[in-house]
């Protein structure tokens, strides 16, 4: 039997379809392997969102040939869109296949001899839509409900490499998930680039496709994977308040909490409107956790922005903070900007809020302390333990047991 090993280097989104890409391998009666081991086929599946997510793509392939001089790379994902040329004279590159070739990405690398090398589109022209859900692992299921974003944040090169706001119907969105049920998983996370902009190419609304998925028999649990907060609306969270399968737990970028900073980076809102958010969630939901996403170093930023953001975040204490230090992308509006900072300032805002994330996130763990809280354990064993989350996003370990496995178990945290 042929083998094919996928890697994916990027964001849930990725992981999503790169599992499509696995199923539609074993329809075509190849074995699916780990990247570890000997395969005919290599898939990558790249990240470009920073500078560094485009240097670890370009060695995990370069390591790859070494390691395997006579299998196929190929090589797909945001990077794949915007640096084609560069990817496609890299030793062992078989073919490089952009965002409108992903539902030809497993014909083209079973092709004995493929007409070209470079499948590649300007993105201006990709309204198409290619459908994908994870079923690797055993608890927890990654459903992608939307693609690309009209948002045009100036840091951010994902609607270069990913297209206009774009969504499959309602419909076939629940049509996956009942796949998903089958397929034993009891909790979904719903993955889009810009998520809550679901609706925007079918006329139907994200509050829509959230109450159908609720029906879905078999799905117990909902994570939002992340959502604009000009797009949590207070209806969505209302409804949410009064009982729902969607979890308390948020991931909400927030990115600056400078306003100054925000509006040069094209965000929808300012941090009043952001706090207010914040607040009524928190008066609707009890023990939410939010997951807050920040840029530091956004040119122009000094040393008061910086502080000012800081302190923002400190006011409205999330459970975790993802940091993010800027990074210049080729052709966005930002990397033309004046007062670029330096990297090393950069990585000291980093510590700074990493030190600042680990205070909240201890105090979240210890605010929630001896609540019963019901978690679904994975099945994953480590040293005799295994683990699984809380609606609310908390860890938990405890000894190893299988009959657990896949289980939603109420547990004093
Ligand atoms: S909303 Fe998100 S994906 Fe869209 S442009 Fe802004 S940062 Fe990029």
């Not at 809550?196 to 029906?215: N, Q, R, V």
Request: hydrophobic share 40%; glycine share 6%.
């Amino acid at each position: 039997m042929k083998t094919v090993a996928i890697e994916t280097l990027g964001c849930k989104l990725s992981f999503a379809e790169s599992s499509t890409y696995a199923r539609e391998f074993e329809a075509a009666g190849y074995g699916i392997v780990p990247c570890s081991e000997p395969a005919d086929i290599y898939v990558v599946n790249t990240c470009s969102v920073t500078a560094h997510a485009d240097k670890k793509g370009r060695n995990f392939i370069a390591r790859l040939h070494r390691r395997a001089p006579e299998a196929r790379i190929i090589v797909t994902g945001c990077q794949a869109q915007l640096k084609a040329a560069q990817l496609a004279a890299l030793d062992g590159v078989w073919a490089v296949v952009g965002s409108q070739y992903k539902a030809d990405l497993v014909k083209i690398a079973t092709a004995s001899a493929p007409d070209r090398r470079v499948f590649v589109e300007p993105i201006a022209s990709s309204h198409n839509y290619f459908p994908a859900h994870s079923t690797t692992g055993r608890t927890r299921a990654f459903l992608k409900v939307q693609d690309g974003c009209d948002y045009h944040c100036t840091y951010c090169t994902v609607p270069l490499a990913r297209g206009d706001s774009r969504n499959p119907s309602i419909a076939s969105v629940v049509e996956q998930a009942r796949d998903i049920a089958a397929a034993g998983f009891k909790e979904v996370v719903i993955t889009g680039v810009n998520t809550g902009d679901f609706g925007k190419s079918t006329g139907e609304s994200f509050f829509d496709l959230l109450k159908a998925l609720c029906e879905v028999e078999g799905i117990e649990r909902y994570r939002i994977s992340s959502i604009e907060p000009n797009l949590l609306t207070d209806e969505i969270v209302d409804w949410i308040a009064g009982g729902t399968k969607i979890l308390p737990h948020f991931h909400i970028p927030l990115q600056s909490g400078c306003d100054r900073i925000l509006a040069a980076m094209h965000r929808r809102y300012n941090t009043d409107f952001f706090r207010r958010k914040i607040e009524y969630v928190r008066s609707r939901i009890d023990n939410v956790f939010f997951g807050i996403d920040v840029i530091v170093g956004f040119p122009g930023e000094s040393d008061a922005d910086f502080e000012t953001t800081r302190r923002f975040l400190e006011e409205i204490r999330p459970a975790f903070i993802h940091i993010f230090p800027y990074s210049r992308r080729a052709d966005t509006p930002a990397a033309q900007m004046s007062g670029q900072v330096a990297e090393n300032v950069k990585a000291a805002r980093v510590q700074a809020l990493e030190a600042l994330c680990d205070r909240l996130h201890a105090e979240f763990y210890a605010a929630n302390r001896g609540r019963r809280e019901q978690v679904l354990f994975e099945s994953t064993e480590k040293n005799g333990k295994m683990f699984g989350y809380s609606r609310n996003y908390i860890r938990v370990e405890r000894d190893y047991d299988p009959a657990l496995v896949g289980q939603i178990v109420e547990v004093e945290l």
